[in-house]
């Protein structure tokens, strides 16, 4: 009987034992744990932050947007759509309407002397853009005079240079039609405001923080569309300016081409 108490006596104070063993295990590994949960949780609201770093500029740009009333704002964004839309459209056919004259005028004048008039028409209709319509036009009025061949290059690239700045009048009136709309929306805005501040009959800035605020929004919404647009109409000008050089220079070197060619055949 008392060897059995003794068994249990040493159990149970082996069993305390491992229990207080593990308590204190436990209480020794509780700091760590709370320093590991600490970290997770920073290093999580830091990459929210980030997250929300690299998705503010969208989303504060669609609640300015919001804020500043769909009726303005709207307007100033199709203004917006339709400029591009003609920009990249005068683009595209302004790139494709781009000649290497100088190899074309060789190409011309080699065909001009090896193979006549109808040799060198024959270039022309193989190359696209305007200076090789041009060059056909003339050497469709050889036969006739030099005269008559100049006039009718002088006459087509009128006719060319219209087909270049077709549109891009609609391109300018979408740049002076976003920052009005824009001033417009500042000034209805300010008559907002003051219509509340003469409904309250006092001044206080919580009455007019909100007129005030739709106001410079669409103001800078509109000046936006307007500076975009217009660094796509300064490249389209440029690049009109720079096809009609060419269409002048290639003018002259066809009348040029024209009169060494008749001077040629009357030897």
Request: aromatic share 6%; glycine share 8%; hydrophobic share 50%.
């Amino acid at each position: 009987m008392k060897r059995l108490f003794s068994i249990l006596v040493i159990a149970a104070v082996m069993v305390l034992g491992a229990g207080n063993l593990n308590a204190a295990n436990d209480v020794n590994t509780l700091p760590g744990t709370i320093v590991n949960f600490v970290q997770d949780e920073e290093a999580a609201a830091a990459a929210d932050e980030a997250e929300e770093e690299t998705l503010g500029f969208h989303q504060e740009l669609k609640k300015r947007f919001i804020e500043g009333g769909p009726a303005f704002m709207g307007i100033v964004l199709l203004c917006l759509i339709l400029g591009l839309a003609v920009a990249i459209e005068r683009i595209i056919f302004l790139n494709l309407s781009t000649t290497n004259t100088k190899k074309l005028a060789r190409n011309v004048e080699d065909a001009l002397n090896s193979g006549g008039v109808e040799s060198a028409k024959e270039v022309c209709r193989n190359t696209k853009g305007p200076v090789a319509s041009i060059y056909y036009q003339g050497l469709d009025r050889a036969d006739e005079s030099i005269d008559a061949a100049e006039k009718a290059v002088v006459a087509y690239g009128g006719v060319q240079m219209g087909q270049l700045e077709k549109n891009v009048s609609w391109l300018s009136l979408f740049i002076a039609i976003a920052p009005m709309l824009g001033f417009m929306g500042t000034v209805i805005g300010m008559i907002t405001a003051f219509d509340r501040i003469e409904a309250a009959g006092d001044m206080q800035p919580s009455l007019v923080a909100g007129g005030i605020k739709v106001a410079l929004l669409t103001t800078v919404f509109g000046l936006i569309v307007a500076i975009i647009l217009q660094i796509f109409y300064n490249y389209i000008i440029a690049k009109i300016d720079s096809i009609v050089n060419d269409m002048e220079d290639a003018s002259i070197t066809l009348i040029d081409m024209l009169v060494a060619y008749k001077n040629k055949k009357r030897i």
